[in-house]
């Protein structure tokens, strides 16, 4: 402990980060339970914990979509999920983990509210889609920030800034310049985390019956 957050308690500096493992079916699961005690908005969380868990794991399969986990005495308390290209992580989740994905929502995917909310689920990477200019070509990335959570009790002691790092490091390795992250419009906390974290707004667009705010990060290199 070597300080005090400005409106948590204790920073936490040497929380354990890691990579989430598509063999560790716990840490999945508790992925999923942070996910539905934490976001609360959009399609995943009608989808339930099931759902949520297998999502992970498959997103941990996927080339270029790491999932990474905080854990504070061996106990999950952050995870972060994240892509190098939003199109090709979507398609791999799609050809390989379709099926498994519907079984494990099960009867929830015939909710009323889920139906009605499954076209804007497919079409959200399309409008990620780099305005196509033939005069200046684009320089962005498909990378996104898909979802981070860090528990209550632990928020504003620096768990999602380290999160946030460990997902840099590796599209730096990777060698995307720039990327981006889409948060509830109405979510007084993401929306002041991502600026303090150098992220810059870059415009808003809906999605089911949401105002999502867009932000994008330039990545130093000299880190
Ligand atoms: C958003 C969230 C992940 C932030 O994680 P966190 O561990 O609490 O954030 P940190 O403690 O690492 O804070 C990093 C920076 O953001 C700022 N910040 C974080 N939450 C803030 C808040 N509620 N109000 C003001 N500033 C905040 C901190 O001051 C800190 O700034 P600094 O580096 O200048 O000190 C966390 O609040 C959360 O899980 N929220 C619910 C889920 C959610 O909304 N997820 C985003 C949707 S994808």
Redesign the pocket.
């Known amino acids: 402990v070597n300080g005090w ?4 308690g204790p920073f936490i500096p040497d929380v354990n980060v890691s990579r989430l493992d598509t063999g560790d079916a716990e840490s999945c699961r508790e992925a999923a339970k942070l996910h539905m005690a ?2 609360h908005y959009g399609l995943l969380p009608f989808l339930g914990p099931r759902f949520l868990a297998r999502l992970y794991q498959g997103l941990a399969a996927t080339p270029g979509a790491p999932v990474w986990l905080a854990r504070d005495q061996g106990r999950v308390i ?1 995870f972060l999920a994240g892509c190098t290209d939003i199109h090709v992580a979507y398609r791999h989740l799609m050809i390989r983990h379709a099926f498994s994905l519907a079984l494990a929502a099960g009867s929830a995917l015939y909710r009323p509210v889920v139906l009605r909310k499954i076209p804007a689920l497919f079409l959200y990477p399309r409008c990620h889609r780099p305005a196509a200019d033939a005069s200046a070509p684009s320089t962005e990335s498909g990378a996104h920030l898909l ?4 528990t209550q009790e ?8 380290q999160l946030v790092r460990c997902f840099e490091d590796f599209l730096s390795a990777h060698g995307v310049r720039e990327y981006r992250v889409a ?1 509830n419009a109405e ?4 929306n ?2 991502y600026p ?2 150098g992220f810059q707004p870059c415009g808003s667009m809906r999605h089911h019956a949401l105002t999502l705010r867009l932000y994008k990060k330039l990545l130093s290199w000299e880190k």
Not at 147 to 150: E, L, M, P, S
Not at 187 to 190: I, R
């Open positions: 957050s400005p409106f948590g934490e976001i952050g979802a981070i959570a860090v632990a928020q504003g002691r620096g768990v999602g800034k948060t979510e007084p906390a993401s002041a985390f303090a974290l």
